[in-house]
């Protein structure tokens, strides 16, 4: 009995030990020390182009996840080489992590993701110098989603092309549902704590909340006929 009990013990701290070998997720300033430590590693941001402009980890290299041919573009890289990999809060780098290691490759996570790197305050590479508008208080934010009938809102960022597109069909819309619908604007850049709180992980997002509750949650470009839906979801027309 005593040997099938160690055996059993031996065996699920294997399972634990090697799970943890091969799904690897690294706090902040452990990740950091990992890019000191391991020089010759690949730093991989699988963010959007648009996102990596914004700015990104010094000498991180950029591959989109959601691109047609990533598949394809991490089969170039070298598999003796360790690699390290990010996105904006951890949601796309853990698919393209779970992709890699099928693949063969070593990857450590980033915990958090890029939100959580400028958090804590971290080195950055690329930002650009512009002039932000002014953040929201998450508690202030949670109150006034819950306080109106019907709520859209836009998660963009000043060196987001898609945003920048969709901004004035956004502003026209609140224009054609002022009176109906409160348009909440959320820039990424320093309003961290409200996209993690809601689980934003790619820019540019959408909320919709009728009466408090959220409806729906929906990432990248959207014509004017998909943003008007949106619209009118938040105050019943269509669900």
């Known amino acids: 009995m005593k040997a099938k009990f160690l055996f059993s013990s031996?065996?699920?701290?294997?399972?634990?030990?090697?799970?943890?070998?091969?799904?690897?997720?690294?706090?902040?300033?452990?990740?950091?020390?990992?890019?000191?430590?391991?020089?010759?590693?690949?730093?991989?941001?699988?963010?959007?182009?648009?996102?990596?402009?914004?700015?990104?980890?010094?000498?991180?290299?950029?591959?989109?996840?959601?691109?047609?041919?990533?598949?394809?573009?991490?089969?170039?890289?070298?598999?003796?080489?360790?690699?390290?990999i990010y996105c904006l809060s951890g949601g796309r780098s853990a698919q393209a992590a779970e992709l890699m290691r099928k693949e063969g490759f070593q990857v450590t996570e980033l915990k958090g993701g890029y939100l959580k790197w400028t958090t804590k305050l971290k080195p950055l590479e690329g930002v650009p110098n512009v002039a932000h508008d002014k953040g929201w208080d998450l508690a202030e934010f949670t109150?006034?989603?819950?306080?109106?009938?019907?709520?859209?809102?836009?998660?963009?960022a000043k060196w987001c092309a898609p945003c920048l597109k969709m901004m004035p069909t956004v502003d026209k819309l609140t224009q054609d549902y002022s009176g109906k619908v409160t348009v909440l604007k959320v820039e990424a850049d320093g309003n961290q704590a409200i996209l993690q709180?809601?689980?934003?992980?790619?820019?540019?997002?959408?909320?919709?909340?009728?009466?408090?509750?959220?409806?729906?949650k929906t990432s990248g470009?959207?014509?004017?006929?998909?943003l008007k839906e949106l619209f009118d979801q938040s105050i019943g027309t269509i669900r």
């Open 10 to 84: 031996l065996f699920t701290f294997s399972l634990l030990f090697s799970s943890q070998i091969n799904a690897q997720t690294a706090e902040v300033e452990v990740f950091e020390k990992k890019i000191q430590e391991t020089p010759n590693a690949i730093l991989l941001d699988v963010r959007t182009t648009g996102e990596f402009g914004g700015g990104h980890l010094p000498k991180a290299l950029n591959i989109d996840f959601r691109a047609a041919d990533f598949a394809e573009q991490i089969k170039k890289l070298p598999k003796e080489k360790p690699v390290l």
């Open 143 to 156: 109150k006034k989603v819950q306080s109106e009938k019907a709520v859209v809102v836009d998660f963009y």
């Open 197 to 216: 709180s809601f689980g934003i992980d790619e820019i540019p997002s959408f909320l919709v909340f009728q009466g408090g509750k959220l409806l729906q």
């Open 221 to 226: 470009f959207r014509e004017e006929a998909q």
